[in-house]
């Protein structure tokens, strides 16, 4: 995290994917400096597919 000339704290975002997002989205969370995790779906022709949708293999989806 870096600062700004004013003081105030500064936020970047980092987009990452790691496959089973139930695995890794407890890891990143516990990295320092890390504020929020968000998992979602890669790909795929289903608007907004939920999760039972993207594992039945049917969407075109992929966790990330």
Known sequence: MSETSNGAARTQVATLGGGCFWCTEAVYLE?????????????????????RQVCSETTGHAEV
Do not use: L
């Not at 320092?32 to 907004?48: A, F, I, L």
């Open 31 to 51: 990295v320092r400096g890390v504020e929020k995790v968000e998992s979602g779906y890669s790909g795929g022709h289903v608007p907004n597919p939920t999760y």
